[in-house]
């Protein structure tokens, strides 16, 4: 397992950097923080969830971690890293949070010196409101974090972020490359929030609270969404969103039309195999 | 509020009629169930949900009963009616939970003899596991409840049945025509249904478990489905669905053209809307 005595540094101290700040400084790892805001800093020095924080790239702090976790958007991490990264301790390992990873990871691992290491990873878990002050570590309990490295990484750093996975959490870690990865999240998660969305913009439905039961409340959970941030990812995995949302029109337009065609027996079979399959997906 | 010493029949003692029977049964009613089962009578007695129960069509039974409550498949529930309706109790009342109601309604109230009156209802609560053994009346709460009256109906029978809402434990008590009722559960209740069957149906993705968050999860909870109940309510509302479904592909079609075109300025509008309106639908 990771060394104890090595020091963390998180940048972005937002719900993601927040929930690891915490589940980190549990674990007795030193913890600090670079984040924007000086007021994220102080609630987090308050919350005693980090060791220290700075809203400014403090270079000592930068120059003495051992482990640099990014939690920031795509494009303000990769310029974070082009501007700063003399700054990094030789035989560092970087890591991040980002929900696409080809758009990412080749482009850091082409600028980086070569004696620090970065290894992409992806905790599957989140909430609909943002910012230190809502973080908790228990959105990583019972949840999935994916490791994605490339044929430049060492196993020694595919190790530490399988173990980082663990120590902050996690149910289960995996291993995909971004390729995989994006197809896997073009579907799991962006394709839902597309949905989401949809279903909140497709029509005026503001008086229909009175109304609704569970299954709109949870199929419409994430459309309350972050635009920076999910643009920003959308457009970062154009490709493979868009041929999930193609594959998605067509299997819904079939319900549909089985449905004004009164298919009785087809809709059936639809339902029992989305029964069956659905089975797998409840959280152990 | 509806007087404690009537006695209650509850035909069909599944999810739904399970947890009605519990609510009835703390408020000190007198609760009587008939199912086709006798093991969830079995169940209901051992568990002091129901004060009595039987697995046939006692007559005492319906004849004692001043509210007949009905938690049975439309189709089963109309026949039920045309069998038994001799048996009902003069000037008994009687409601149901059906999640549709234009094509059921006005046949009830058509058939049913003067004496006696149907009141719809919808409780919007539910589970995706059935039978008596997984009812439970926490359901009820915060969820919303909706009366369907017509113009056949009294004021007294409209009021019981809002109180009958209010005595479950329902949150919010609401009105609608038939019309509407199943112009907005095409849209809140059929349509996400839908959406969350296809979400599973549309590729292979059982081995995706290992890498999904929540928000797949919560989009296809309901993806576990009573195929013979709900393909049963999908046709019986053929017309509102498939307009509903019409309309969100058209809205789905677009937004996926928006991010084709890297349209960022129309994507973003659309999350504002989706996240401004989304903020109303959160249980109090």
Redesign the interface.
């Known amino acids: 397992m990771i060394n104890r005595d090595i020091k963390v540094l998180i940048v972005g101290l937002g719900l993601i950097g927040g929930s690891y700040a915490r589940a980190l400084i549990k674990k007795k790892f030193h913890v600090t923080a670079i984040t924007k805001e000086q007021s994220s800093i102080d609630y987090a020095i308050k919350e005693k969830i980090i060791d220290e924080g700075y809203s400014y790239v403090n270079e000592s702090a930068v120059k003495e971690a051992d482990l640099v976790i990014f939690s920031l958007y795509p494009h303000v991490f990769k310029d974070w890293i082009s501007k700063n990264q003399h700054l990094f301790k030789s035989g560092a390992v970087i890591t991040d949070v980002t929900g696409v990873k080809k758009s990412v990871v080749y482009d850091i691992q082409d600028m980086l010196r070569k004696d620090v290491e970065f290894i992409a990873a992806h905790p ?3 909430r609909e409101v943002y910012g230190v002050e809502n973080s908790t570590e228990k959105i990583f309990c019972g ?2 974090y ?1 490791v994605v490295p490339t044929k430049k990484n060492t196993q020694r750093a595919i190790k530490l972020c399988e173990d980082l996975g663990f120590i902050l959490g996690f149910e ?1 870690v ?1 291993i ?1 490359t971004p390729k995989e990865h994006d197809n ?2 073009g ?3 962006q ?13 005026e ?2 008086h ?18 972050n ?2 941030m ?2 920003e990812l ?2 970062l995995n ?1 490709k493979a ?2 041929e999930q ?9 079939n ?2 039309d089985l ?2 065609g ?1 298919n ?1 027996e087809k ?2 079979e ?6 069956k ?7 152990k």
């Not at 639809?270 to 029964?275: A, E, I």
């Open positions: 599957m878990a989140g949840a999935n994916i289960r995996s995909l896997i999240i579907f799991l998660s394709l839902t929030h597309c949905i989401a969305v949809s279903l909140m913009t497709c029509c439905n503001e229909l609270f009175s109304y609704t039961g569970d299954s709109f409340r949870d199929l419409t959970r994430i459309a309350r969404i635009e920076d999910w643009c959308f457009l154009k969103l868009t949302m193609d594959i998605f029109i067509k299997e819904f337009t319900l549909r449905i004004d009164e009785e809709i059936k639809k339902m029992r195999l989305s029964t399959r659905r089975a797998l997906f409840d959280k």
